[in-house]
C-alpha cells in the first residue's frame, strides 16, 4: 500500500514559523490597523508555506493554502462556527436589551448608586468577577452594561476596554466552573486533570496580580503610558482621544421608560445558567458522567451555542409576555445584533485563519523543542522560563488555549511521577503566561472581543493596556523564580503582592512630582 506523505514546507518547526504572526503585531502597532496586518501576516504565512525564496516555490499551493486550509479551513470548523453563533446571538440579545429600555432602567438605577467615577469602574470590575463562566460572555455583557455608566462619569474607552480585558481571561483562569478550566483539564493527560487546575490556582500570579492591579489602579487613580493620556482627555469630554472613533456617531436603539431593571437581569441571568446547562449537556452530564467530570470534559463552543440559543428564546417570551416587545420588534433585533458583531467576527477570523498559517508552519513543534532544550539544568527557575515561552508564545499567535496545548503535556512529561509540586507551579506557569501574552496580543479573540465590547477602537485598546500588563507580568516573572525554590504558594504571593503596591504607590507619586513641575 501507498502511503500518503504529509507535505511539510522547508520552513517547517523553525523560527521562521513565529515570522508572520510577528510581522502582523508589528504592522498593528506601527499602523494601528489591525485588519491590513493580519493579512499581511496571513499572506506571509501562506507564501512560507509554498517554500518563498527557496528552491521549489509554488505560488499556487500558497495561494490555496491562504484561501483552503485557511479561511475557509476556520470558518468549516465546528468549534470555530460556534463561538461565531453565540457571539451572534449575544449581539442580538444585547440590541433586545437595548430596545426593550432594560439597559436604560439599568443605568438610571445605577445613576442613582454610583455616583463617582471610582464606583463605576469597581462596578465595571465586580460585573466582570461575577460573570466568570467563559471570556467571550464576559467581555460583550460587561460592555453592553457598564458602557453606559462609564460615559456618564467620563471615563475612558481604552479605560472601560482595559477593566473588561482584565477581568475576563484572568478571571476565568482561576475559575474551576469556566470554559477556561474545561480547556486546561483536557491538556493534562495521565493526570487528574481538574484537580490539578484547583491545585494550581494560588500558583497563578499573573491573573492574581491582575485582579490586585485593577483595584490599586482604579482606589489610588494612577495611571500612567498612553492610558494618561486617554483618562485626562475622558475627564475634559473626549472619550476616545484619537481621530478614528467608530462607535462615536453609533445610535443606541433605547426605548426609555418601558423598561425595567428587571429586563436586563432576566435575559443575563438566563443566559448564564443556560450556557451552563449547554456545556454540561456537551460534557454528558445528562447521560450520567458526574458533575466536574462533565465540565471538565464539556465543549465550550457547543455548550455557547447551545445555551445561548436557547437564553434567547427565553428572552423574546419573557419580553412578549412583559408586552415591552413584540414578537415582531424581537426579530428585527436580528440584523440589529448581527451588524454590530461584524467588526469583532471578521478579526476573529483573521486572527483564526493567521493561526493556522502558523499552525501549518510547525510553531508548536519548533516551541516545544525549545523548552525540552531547557528543561534540563533550569530546574529551579523552569517554572519562570515556562512563563516567558507562554507568555512569548500567546502574544505571538494570539492564542492561549492553543499555549496551552503546547506546553502543558510537556511539563506533565517533565514531571509526571518525580516532582508533582514543580509539575503544579510549571503548569500554573504555563497558564498564566498564557493569559499575559493573551491579555496584551493585538490578534488575540479576548482582546478583540473586549474592545468590541467597550466600543473601543482596538489598537488603542492594545497600546493603553501593554504598559499595564508589562509591570504585572514582570513582578509575576519574579514571583515564579521564588516559587521554583521555596515551592509554596504563600510566600512568592506575599512578596509579589507587596512589590506590586509599591510599584504603584510609586508612579503614583513620580506623576504627582511631574504634574506640579
Known amino acids: ?86 457571539l451572534v446571538v449575544l449581539g442580538i440579545m444585547v440590541s433586545m436589551m437595548n430596545r426593550a429600555g432594560g439597559s436604560a432602567a439599568f443605568g ?210 419573557f419580553y412578549a409576555v412583559r408586552r415591552v416587545l413584540s414578537f415582531n420588534e424581537s426579530c428585527s433585533c436580528i440584523p440589529e445584533g448581527f451588524k454590530a458583531m461584524v467588526p469583532a467576527i471578521l478579526i476573529l477570523t483573521f486572527a483564526w485563519t493567521l493561526k493556522a498559517m502558523t499552525d501549518s508552519l510547525g510553531a508548536k513543534e519548533f516551541v516545544a523543542g525549545l523548552v525540552k532544550g531547557v528543561s534540563g539544568g533550569w530546574l529551579n527557575i523552569l517554572p519562570a522560563v515556562i512563563f516567558l515561552v507562554a507568555v512569548f508564545l500567546a502574544f505571538a499567535t494570539g492564542t492561549s488555549w492553543g499555549t496551552f496545548g503546547i506546553l502543558i503535556p510537556i511539563v506533565v512529561n517533565t514531571f509526571s511521577g518525580t516532582n508533582h509540586t514543580m509539575m503544579i507551579i510549571s503548569i500554573s506557569a504555563c497558564m498564566a503566561g498564557a493569559v499575559c501574552g493573551d491579555h496584551c496580543s493585538p490578534i488575540s479573540d479576548t482582546t478583540i472581543m473586549a474592545s468590541a465590547g467597550a466600543q473601543c477602537n482596538h489598537m488603542n485598546h492594545v497600546s493603553t493596556q501593554l504598559p499595564y500588563v508589562i509591570v504585572v507580568a514582570v513582578i509575576s516573572c519574579v514571583t515564579y523564580v521564588i516559587a521554583g525554590f521555596v515551592q509554596n504558594p504563600v510566600v512568592p504571593l506575599i512578596i509579589g503582592l507587596v512589590i506590586l503596591i509599591g510599584a504603584f504607590t510609586g508612579i503614583k507619586y513620580i506623576n504627582k512630582g511631574k504634574s506640579n513641575e
Not at 59 to 83: A, C, P, Q
Not at 161 to 177: E, G, K, N, R
Not at 189 to 216: H, Q, R, S, V
Open 1 to 86: 500500500m501507498n502511503e500518503i506523505v504529509k507535505y511539510l514546507p522547508n520552513m517547517y518547526a523553525t523560527f521562521w514559523a513565529l515570522i508572520p504572526p510577528l510581522v502582523a503585531i508589528i504592522l498593528a502597532l506601527i499602523t494601528k490597523e489591525v485588519y491590513s496586518s493580519l493579512f499581511i501576516g496571513i499572506v506571509m504565512g501562506g507564501l512560507f508555506y509554498g517554500n518563498l525564496f527557496q528552491t521549489g516555490f509554488s505560488l499556487e499551493k500558497s495561494v490555496l493554502h491562504i484561501f483552503d486550509d485557511g479561511i475557509l479551513g476556520v470558518l468549516t470548523d465546528s468549534y470555530n462556527v460556534g463561538i461565531l453563533v453565540f
Open 108 to 317: 438610571e438605577w445605577a445613576g442613582k448608586h454610583i455616583k463617582t467615577r471610582i464606583g463605576a469602574q469597581l462596578a465595571s470590575i465586580l460585573l466582570g468577577v461575577l460573570i466568570f463562566i467563559d471570556d467571550y460572555f464576559n467581555c460583550l455583557t460587561v460592555g453592553s452594561v457598564m458602557r453606559p455608566i462609564t460615559d456618564k462619569h467620563n471615563v475612558s474607552r481604552a479605560k472601560l476596554a482595559y477593566l473588561i480585558d482584565a477581568t475576563a481571561a484572568p478571571i476565568c483562569i482561576i475559575a474551576p466552573i469556566s470554559s477556561w478550566a474545561a480547556a486546561v483539564t483536557g491538556f493534562v493527560e495521565g493526570e487528574d486533570g481538574f484537580g490539578i487546575f484547583i491545585k494550581a490556582i494560588p500558583y497563578n500570579y499573573y491573573a492574581l496580580f491582575t485582579i490586585a492591579a485593577m483595584i490599586l489602579i482604579v482606589a489610588l487613580k494612577v495611571d500612567f503610558g498612553s492610558m494618561a493620556v486617554h483618562e485626562a482627555n475622558a475627564a475634559k469630554g473626549d472619550l476616545y482621544t484619537t481621530p478614528d472613533r467608530p462607535y462615536a456617531n453609533a445610535t443606541e436603539d433605547v426605548i426609555k421608560g418601558r423598561g425595567r431593571v428587571l429586563d436586563l437581569l432576566f435575559p443575563i441571568i438566563t443566559l448564564i445558567v443556560c450556557c451552563i446547562i449547554g456545556m454540561l449537556y456537551s460534557g454528558d452530564f445528562f447521560k450520567g458522567v458526574g458533575f466536574v467530570d462533565a465540565f471538565s470534559g464539556s465543549d465550550a463552543s457547543v455548550g455557547l451555542m447551545l445555551g445561548s440559543f436557547f437564553a434567547l428564546i427565553i428572552t423574546i417570551v
